[in-house]
T-cell receptor, first 111, second 111 residues
Framework: GQQVMQIPQYQHVQEGEDFTTYCNSS?????IQWYKQRPGGHPVFLIQ?????EVKKQKRLTFQFGEAKKNSSLHITATQTTDVGTYFC???????????FGTGTRLKVLA | DGGITQSPKYLFRKEGQNVTLSCEQN?????MYWYRQDPGQGLRLIYY???????QKGDIAEGYSVSREKKESFPLTVTSAQKNPTAFYLC??????????FGDGTRLSIL
């Protein structure tokens, strides 16, 4: 079955440093979605990527979908303490509603 | 104000007892999902439902049961067969196959 790995599992950065998390799938994806979960909270939808090679930006966040549609990345420029949380990717495979989340990357930002 | 309501927020289960977690949405979404999250871990899919009166097992359905008699409601029963039920349970809904909305979750503990 489909497997989705995210790396790294944990990342501690100094405030102001950049951060990147990568999501890798064993199969070709239709779409990929990214979520953020604050400690104690529920996942919040951030963005959906659909096209091969697509790049989308949300302020300091840059999302990228690989050319082969098997991987994706989330990059945060100049992290802030408000960026703390766990970032999950969640791919969509055509023809199924079985929606699986990646393993997540937990980000800590040190002030 | 549309959204997903999960209740209760905290739930305690005695040994050998079945408990039911409520999930109600007023977003008119067709699909609904149940996930389990253990401390510091990712989200694992328990059950999902694309339409009323239909549901499918996720990756960890053993010891759980669901029903989907109404579009708005997707209750999850944690049965006594689930030997390690302590976790954070999240309900989500979507129009297509991409959960965009999550409830605030229910934290289940064993007495």
């Amino acid at each position: 079955g489909q497997q989705v790995m995210q790396i790294p599992q944990y990342q501690h950065v100094q405030e102001g440093e950049d951060f990147t998390t990568y999501c890798n799938s064993s199969t070709t994806l239709s779409n990929i979605q990214w979520y953020k979960q604050r400690p104690g909270g529920h996942p919040v939808f951030l963005i959906q990527l659909v096209k091969s090679g697509e790049v989308k930006k949300q302020k300091r966040l840059t999302f990228q979908f690989g050319e082969a549609k098997k991987n994706s990345s989330l990059h945060i420029t100049a992290t802030q303490t408000t960026d703390v949380g766990t970032y999950f990717c969640a791919p969509t495979t055509s023809g199924t509603y079985k929606y699986i989340f990646g393993t997540g990357t937990r980000l800590k930002v040190l002030a | 104000d549309g959204g997903i309501t999960q209740s209760p927020k905290y739930l305690f289960r005695k040994e050998g007892q079945n408990v039911t977690l409520s999930c109600e949405q007023n977003l008119n979404h067709d699909a609904m999902y149940w996930y389990r999250q253990d401390p510091g871990q990712g989200l694992r899919l328990i059950y999902y439902s694309q339409i009323v009166n239909d549901f499918q097992k996720g990756d960890i359905a053993e010891g759980y049961s669901v029903s989907r008699e109404k579009k708005e409601s997707f209750p999850l029963t944690v049965t006594s067969a689930q030997k390690n039920p302590t976790a954070f349970y999240l309900c989500a809904s979507s129009i297509g196959a991409t959960p965009g909305h999550f409830g605030d979750g229910t934290r289940l503990s064993i007495l």
